[in-house]
């Protein structure tokens, strides 16, 4: 119990840099949260992501007690949109801030960029609303857009309003 006029804060992880000798511990994240989060064919396409790609995107990891509990990017546009990209949190890790934590650290790295005036993002319905939370609105929705079960929720956040 907290002595009265305290507060207890949800712990602050190390966010770093995606490594590429990472790519175990993400690819067991995807896992962890597939078929609920993410359709079972599109780990193939994460695993191609985080070999190649993932550098160029900002791609971070969150560490707590030396193990990878969440990772996710950030794309850049020359029209001045970043776009959040394979964010996820480990199952038994989630709902303890470290999804808001991943959030907050790539719309960071999207304000470093004078020219991002704009962070979108495509999610499914089941994480709608923890990004409307953060100030993203809804710019479309495509039923099972992501696969069987899986809409596609289109959201942007205007980084001049938040």
Do not use: K
């Not at 896992?31 to 993410?38: I, Q, S, V």
């Not at 964010?87 to 020219?115: C, D, F, T, Y």
């Amino acid at each position: 119990m907290n002595p009265p006029g305290t507060t207890t804060r949800a712990p602050v992880h190390d966010v770093r840099a995606y490594r590429a000798a990472d790519a175990a511990a993400c690819l067991a994240l995807f896992d962890g949260n597939t078929p609920d989060y993410f359709a079972p064919g599109e780990r193939a396409d994460f695993a191609r992501f985080l070999d190649a790609l993932a550098g160029e995107h900002g791609y971070l990891v969150i560490e707590a007690a030396g193990r990878v509990v969440a990772c996710g990017g950030l794309t850049l546009s020359p029209d001045g949109t970043a776009g959040f990209c394979w964010g996820m949190v480990a199952r038994q890790r989630q709902r303890q801030g470290l999804g808001r934590q991943l959030a907050l650290a790539r719309l960071q790295q999207a304000r470093q960029h004078p020219q991002v005036r704009q962070v979108v993002l495509s999610t499914s319905q089941h994480t709608e609303a923890f990004y409307a939370g953060l100030g993203f609105r809804v710019t479309g929705r495509v039923a099972n857009g992501h696969g069987p079960g899986l809409d596609a929720v289109d959201m942007v956040l205007l980084l001049d309003e938040r």
